[in-house]
């Protein structure tokens, strides 16, 4: 399995836009993308000899998850590259995807939204004072005013219940939760309240009441369970 998902990316990698950036003078000289591009001459002729893939995902399933490097949603939920759109933000947030899900189901006919977060996220280690100061810090006192307004005006959409001065105390539970399934996670109280299940619980809400959303979509919540490799239905 990690065989194919290498070889998806690196025909990613390949695409050519990559291509033409180079040919237009731009450095390529270091970098990964430089290294996908040459590693991937294999499965750029084996595409060549396969059937195209249809442009709408033929599961008419949306997949909303994070950009955290050790997610494979191919791999995990068992899905093949032209069954499902597959939507990455920090954090998985189905608020940051919305643009997306809209063209995803009127122009390209999905009917299904998997909302994917995992144990472990970035998500749950930082607050927005926190990414500001990060932000911040080094600049001159009138950039540092400037840029800083504008980080308070992005909306980060930090997890709920992430502060400052509770993220020890988060990473803690993340990891309590990632070693519980959702069938014992439903009588726990204080495992349904952690940031992670809370964003998953709030994401998937959203989608459930948006007008933008059509009404007949089935919305679902998942873990990927980084320690324990495993993927968890919770909502
Ligand atoms: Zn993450």
Request: aromatic share 6%; net charge neutral.
């Amino acid at each position: 399995m990690p065989f194919r998902h290498l070889a998806y990316s690196l025909y990613a990698c390949n695409s050519n836009m990559f291509n033409m950036r180079g040919s237009a003078g731009l450095s390529t000289g270091a970098g990964v993308v430089r290294h996908c591009s040459s590693s991937n001459s294999d499965s750029t002729n084996k595409a060549e000899n396969e059937t195209p893939i249809a442009l709408p995902p033929t599961k008419k399933l949306a997949i909303v998850t994070c950009m955290d490097a050790r997610i494979n949603p191919f791999t995990q939920l068992g899905i093949k590259p032209g069954e499902a759109h597959i939507i990455r933000n920090a954090g998985g947030m189905a608020r940051d995807a919305l643009r997306s899900l809209v063209i995803s189901q009127r122009l390209l006919g999905t009917r299904e939204i998997a909302v994917y977060h995992h144990t472990g996220c970035g998500m749950a280690t930082f607050s927005k004072p926190y990414l500001r100061t990060l932000i911040t810090d080094d600049l001159r006192d009138d950039d540092k005013q400037s840029t800083g307004r504008m980080v308070d005006e992005m909306d980060f959409l930090e997890w709920p219940g992430v502060s400052s001065n509770s993220l020890s105390s988060t990473i803690t539970t993340l990891s309590s939760t990632s070693a519980t399934k959702s069938n014992q996670l439903s009588g726990s109280t204080r495992e349904l309240e952690s940031p992670l299940l809370a964003s998953l619980k709030s994401e998937v809400n959203f989608l459930r009441t948006h007008p933008l959303i059509m009404r007949e979509t089935i919305v679902s919540g998942w873990v990927w369970d980084v320690g324990k490799e495993e993927a968890i239905r919770i909502i």
